[in-house]
């Protein structure tokens, strides 16, 4: 009997598991466009060191030193206002990333225009973790955990962004008019842009897999 009850468990922990390593199915979410095929970079160009982006198993991976993906492809002709953007994301420990929104490749370097949402791992040097709006409102500890899929919602509706990272709200920032920014930082404001994915150092390595999104009224 102690054996079968053993089992059950043991069975019910490895479904769960399977489960959450498991993409969710866009075809489920009504509006919702993917922005990756999946299989191939088709639709995103990288900045600088192209080297720093690949796919792998159904993902793009960042990796191997400071570079941005930027989306170029069909979707609304890659410039989005209001919107819903979902993601599903990976990283190892110390490793560090983000998704930028309301950006455009302006060649090698810092991205100026457009807001990041961290990601961090606990590991990292940076302070600001996983679910900060960074250096706008920045969480302390980071909402996902290493080694771990977790999801990404990053929402705009006019001068409101909201962030989730697995369903649990991180951020609610409605954008004052006339916004301070710190120097370098005076372009992080609400206007129009496409997605960017961000390479951060040789040491860290992040998967994005799934990534959509759904265009909502101006």
Request: proline share 4%; aromatic share 10%; hydrophobic share 35%.
């Amino acid at each position: 009997m102690r054996k079968s009850i053993l089992f059950v468990v043991l069975f019910s922990l490895l479904a769960l598991t399977l489960a959450a390593d498991k993409p969710a199915d866009p075809k489920s979410e009504e509006g919702f466009v993917p922005l990756f095929d999946g299989k191939t970079l088709d639709g995103w160009v990288a900045n600088e060191k192209p080297e720093a982006f690949a796919v792998e198993d159904g993902c793009i991976v960042c990796k191997n030193g400071f570079a941005h993906l930027f989306y170029t492809g069909d979707v609304n002709k890659h410039d989005f206002k209001n919107f819903e953007l979902r993601a599903e994301f990976k990283f190892i420990p110390g490793s560090n990333s983000g998704i930028f929104f309301h950006t455009a490749n302006e060649g090698k370097g810092l991205v100026k225009k457009g807001y990041e949402c961290q990601i961090c791992s606990e590991g990292h040097k940076d302070p600001r973790k996983t679910g900060s709006l960074y250096a706008i409102e920045d969480v302390k500890e980071s909402a996902a955990k290493d080694n771990e899929w977790s999801t990404y919602t990053i929402r705009v509706e006019g001068k409101h962004i909201t962030l989730k990272v697995n369903d649990k709200v991180t951020v609610d920032y409605i954008e004052p008019e006339n916004p301070k920014r710190e120097k370098g930082r005076e372009r992080r404001v609400v206007s129009s842009g496409t997605f960017a994915l961000q390479g951060h150092d040789a040491q860290s390595k992040t998967w994005f897999r799934n990534i959509r999104v759904k265009v909502l009224p101006d």
